[in-house]
Structure formats: C-alpha cells, structure tokens
C-alpha cells in the first residue's frame, strides 16, 4: 500500500501529519509514503529530513480584489498543477488530508481519480476545506467526540480517533526540566504560547499581566512567543526581575509541559491535546478568528472543567491576573483543573488513525 500524507504548512497539521507516518511506518503491507506541505516559516524550524517529502504552492483564497489577489490565484493555479502532479507521479493507494488549503486539492483529484481517501479534522468545528470534502471521502476522522454532530448524514464514515501527538512529547523529570531552562526548582512556573506563529497579543497582556504582582519571586515564566516579540520581552523580563526563559520557537516542547505548573495559551488543537496529555491547568485566550475553531475547542475543555476561559474581547491584563492568582493561590483548584484535563486524553490516537487508513 502507498499512502500519501497532506499536512498544510502550520504546525497544528505538520505535527499529526509526521505522528500518523510514524505510526504507519514498519506496518504490514506498507511499500511506501510521501509527505506533502505547504511552504511556511514553520516548517522550517521543523526537522523534516528524516522523512520523503515535497512541498507545493498553495494560498489562502480572499473574496476582495486587488493586486495581491491576482498573486494568491497563480500561486492557487501553481498548487492545483503540483498537486495532480503529484498524485499521478506517486500514485498512492490512500490519501489522507489533515485541513487546510494544502490539502484541499490533494484530495479532491484524489477522489476524481478513483484513489481513496481519509480527512482528519483536528479541531471541534471543522474547518471549510473539511466540510466541503466529507461527502466525498471514504473516512472521516475526528478529535473530538462532538466534532460528530457537524457531519450529520454521515455518521457511518465518522471515526472518533483523537489527535496524533508527536513522538517527543514524553514527561521528563521536572528538576531535569527546569534544568533544561536554567530556571529555579520548585518555583510555580507558567508556561506562555501562542500558538506556532505566536500571538503579540498575548504576549502583551501576560507581561503586563506579570508586572501586576507586587512579588514576582511568586512565580517563573517559559514563554514561547515568536520572533517579533522575542527581544522585548528577554529585555522586559529582565528589567522587571521576573525569572524566565523566552524562546521565538522550541523544538522541546517536552520540556516546557514537564517543567510547568499552568499554561496560558491559545486553543488550536495540537495545544489542546497536548495540554490534556500533560494533565496541565490552563487559562486558554482563543484566537477569535477562522471560524472560531478555537473558541469551541477552548468551550470544550472549559465545559468539563478542565480549563479556565477567556474571550479576547474580555481579555486584559487585570483579569488575567486574576486567574494566574487562583492557579497561584489554590492548590486543590489548580490540582482539579489538571485532573479533569488529564480526564479527557485519548491514549492510543496515532495508532487509532492509523488503522482507520489502513481499513479505508
């Protein structure tokens, strides 16, 4: 069997992209596979050399005109050309297509071409280009037990397989963590990501946030935060004594959830799971956009008490530091939290979707 992966160019879909290759690998009856990405800043800070793979063109398609416009439809009609390309070249036996624009092509002349198909639909809510292609795949699979009251009609094609992990999120021992960041055994550590591409907006209200507190010996920060972000707040950190590791990106992400007590975070999916794989409180500031994929996912955690929620049209620097106090303040609140998120991961994801392609 020849199975080709498309997995976009961010890393909410490279990460189950290289978990499912990697649980596929070594299986019965695999002659071959081939990873597809879309060319984004993230793939680079992403170790793909052990893995066959190719890029193609792909963009976001926009319904106002003007120049750029005209930029995103070559670069569209360049990505349908590669993705056709690729499928008669390869010539796989299975697609399997996880969002985005990316896979969208790939998976449509996929099923025009008699090849079969699996979608996986990281977030709650699916996505347009996973919506638009369920009535034409083979299988679907999904994140999130709920995420299949958005496929109606098409339950029989419905897989609840949870979300592939990558292979290196393992627990470490917290004081090699903390070792790791050079950071104070024992002190309360909250962990500060914004997703991929990072989010200046909270990386803005967390600092401020942060300064707020009269003692900032209460706690120590990882803070994952982009590039742009990256010098303004080592300096501001810094001239603010509050103890802190900042990365623009962090391959060992391992190391962060092992070494923190709490996460403030955006929602997308990957960061979901791997939250609840670490059994981790969280206050989760969703990124208001695209669909909302990221409130409901948030509202997911938030309904089974497993997270605290905060819009970001509520969100400033007072209330949350409000909640980083009731993590601080109350031990049995925060153990709760981690409890209820531990509660709610799926274990065997990887190896779930893996049979679900292999059976398609």
């Known amino acids: 069997m020849r199975i080709l992966i498309s997995c976009g160019g961010t890393g909410g879909h490279i990460f189950p992209g290289i978990s499912l290759y990697n649980a596929l ?21 992403i170790a793909l050399g052990d893995y066959p793979h190719i890029y193609i063109c792909q963009a976001q398609i926009k319904f106002n005109f003007n120049l750029q416009s005209l930029v995103v439809v070559l670069k569209l009609v360049k990505g349908i050309f590669q993705s056709l390309k690729v499928l008669l070249k390869f010539r796989p036996d299975v697609v399997v297509g996880f969002g985005g624009y990316a896979s969208f092509f790939i998976i449509f002349f996929a099923r025009l071409l008699g090849i079969k198909a699996v979608i996986h639909e990281q977030n709650l809510v699916p996505g347009r280009a996973n919506r638009v292609l369920a009535g034409m795949v083979n299988q679907i699979a999904i994140s999130f037990p709920e995420t299949k009251d958005y496929f109606r009609g098409l339950s029989a094609k419905v897989k609840f397989t949870g979300l592939p992990l990558r292979q290196s999120l393992v627990k470490i021992d917290k004081v090699r963590a903390y070792e790791f960041f050079g950071l104070e055994p024992g002190r309360f550590t909250f962990l500060v990501m914004g997703g991929s591409q990072g989010s200046h907006k909270l990386n803005e209200i967390f600092f401020k946030a942060g ?21 303004f707040l080592e300096n501001g950190y810094k001239d603010r004594g509050i103890r802190a590791a900042v990365f ?4 060992e992400m391992q190391y962060a959830y092992s070494a923190a007590d709490a996460v403030i975070s955006r929602s997308g999916a990957a960061a979901i799971s791997e939250i609840i794989f670490f059994g981790l409180p969280s206050v989760l500031i969703p990124y208001p956009y695209a669909y909302k994929h990221q409130s409901e ?25 409000e909640r980083l106090s009731v993590l601080l303040d109350n031990p049995e609140f925060h153990r709760a939290l ?23």
Do not use: T, W
């Open 248 to 251: 623009s990106f962090l391959k």
């Open 211 to 231: 300064n707020l507190f009269k003692d900032s010996r209460r706690f120590q920060v990882i803070h994952i935060c982009g590039r742009k972000d990256l010098e």
């Open 338 to 360: 981690g409890r209820h998120a531990r509660d709610l991961f799926y274990p065997e994801a990887a190896a779930a979707l893996a049979q679900a392609v292999l059976n398609v």
């Open 25 to 45: 690998l070594n299986r019965q009856g695999i002659e071959d596979m081939l990873l597809v990405f879309d060319k984004r800043e993230i793939s680079s800070f």
């Open 297 to 321: 996912n948030a509202r997911y955690l938030s309904r089974n008490n497993a997270a605290m929620l905060i819009e970001e049209k509520e969100i400033n620097p007072e209330l949350l530091k």
